[in-house]
Every structure is written in structure tokens, then in C-alpha cells.
């Protein structure tokens, strides 16, 4: 049981991640339609946290700029209504919303008289999904697993064992043990067949006993 809880964990985690992933790709996708406000102080500071458009943001006014400044902002606590008629401090009162985002983040800092941030639901889901997407391969050769089912109780199981996890009934049979395999010496090699060439060669007739062609004979 020892080696089956990093699995354990690990699947616990991947399914957890999915489901902050498909959370995270709900408000993602709610945030252009419907948004959504929580506003935990209105006095004498304003600390709210907002989902709209594509991103969460966060947006702290401290007293002196929250007393000069136009007050359109959700009230405390949650609220939500059409994304097009949300109140949001920083589009009336912040500095120029192209001047500090860059794709879905933001951040823009006046000392103590506000602060305005913003993160991206894209990054958010990416990184919920890094566990998920690295489990997938894991999950989809358990699932192209055969099932075994015991013959005794009727289980079935996509583990490799030997005995029913249910029934302890034996699920592998198991035969005589093979023959020892003796370390013999390989066996010979055919020797190659030399096939003998026999090469005829043309014999030339021999004249040196033949008597002249002249008539004249060289033995007298």
C-alpha cells in the first residue's frame, strides 16, 4: 500500500486541478457577460476585487484620493450585474487603462493614494492545467487496459496480479517451471564445400620425333 500513494496523490491532484481548471474557464468566460464585485471596505478606504473582462482585479484607494475622487464602485460586499454597466473606481478616477495593462495584467501604484492590479484568467487556467495535461497520457493507457474478471466472484480489475482484489481467487495460472537452460557449447558450423574447378587446357603435339618433311635425315 506503501507504493500506491503517490498515485494516490498524484490522481487526487490532476482531478483537483481539472476541476480548478473548468472553475477558472467558467469565470473566464462569465467575466465578459456578467461581473462580478467583492468589496471588503468602502470607509474610509476602498479595497475591492473584481472579475470582468478577462481578467480578476484588485484595486486598493487610500482616504485622501478616495475623498476627491468620484466614488462609483460596487457596494460592500458581493455583487454582480451586466459586465457593459460595471462600476469600476479606475475607469473614472485611475490613470489611463492602456498606460498600465498589458495583455490582461495590470499594475499601477500611487504611493498611499491608490493601487490597481490585475491578473489574467488565461495564465490562471494555464497553469491549473499543467497537471491534467502531464497525467493525460497516464489515464488514457490505464483506460486501454484490458479488464480481467475473476471466474469466482464476478470483479473486475485493470490491475496486472495474480489473485482477485476482491476474492483473493487465483487469476493467473501458473504451470511446472520451465526446463534449466544448460549453459552448452554452440554447436558447429558447417564447414563450406570446396568445389574443385577443373581446367582443361589444350596439349600441344609433340614433333621433336617426327622425321623431316625434306626427305634429308639428320641423324646420318
Known amino acids: ?13 490532476s482531478i483537483g486541478s481539472l476541476l480548478i481548471c473548468a472553475l477558472l474557464m467558467a469565470l473566464w468566460i462569465r467575466s465578459f457577460f ?12 476602498l479595497v475591492a476585487y473584481q472579475s470582468h473582462r ?25 455583487s454582480s450585474g451586466p459586465a457593459e454597466h460595471a462600476m469600476l473606481w479606475q475607469e473614472w478616477n485611475g490613470p489611463r487603462q492602456d498606460s498600465y495593462t498589458f495583455l490582461g495584467f495590470a499594475y ?15 495564465l490562471m487556467v494555464a497553469l491549473s492545467a ?9 489515464v488514457l ?32 495460472a501458473t504451470g511446472p517451471p520451465p526446463p534449466p537452460i544448460h549453459n552448452a557449447p554452440p554447436p558447429p558450423r558447417p564447414s563450406k564445400r570446396v568445389q574443385s574447378v577443373v581446367v582443361k587446357t589444350a ?3 609433340d614433333h621433336s620425333h617426327s ?7 639428320k641423324s646420318a
Open 34 to 45: 456578467i461581473s462580478d464585485a467583492y468589496v471588503s471596505s468602502v470607509d474610509p478606504s
Open 130 to 138: 499543467i497537471l491534467p495535461v502531464w497525467s493525460l497520457p497516464r
Open 141 to 172: 493507457r490505464w483506460i486501454r487496459r484490458p479488464t480481467v474478471q475473476c471466474p469466482n466472484c464476478g470483479a473486475r480489475t485493470r490491475k496486472i496480479t495474480e489473485r482477485c482484489p476482491q476474492c483473493g481467487h487465483a487469476l493467473l
Open 203 to 205: 596439349v600441344k603435339p
Open 1 to 13: 500500500m506503501r507504493g500506491a500513494w503517490p498515485k494516490i496523490l498524484l490522481t487526487s491532484a
Open 211 to 217: 622425321p623431316p618433311t625434306d626427305g634429308s635425315d
Open 54 to 78: 478577462g481578467a480578476l482585479h484588485y484595486v486598493h484607494v487610500g482616504p485622501s484620493r478616495l475623498s476627491t475622487s468620484d466614488r462609483k464602485h460596487p457596494p460592500q460586499g458581493y
Open 108 to 122: 499601477a501604484n500611487s504611493f498611499d493614494n491608490f493601487t490597481i492590479a490585475a491578473v489574467p484568467y488565461w
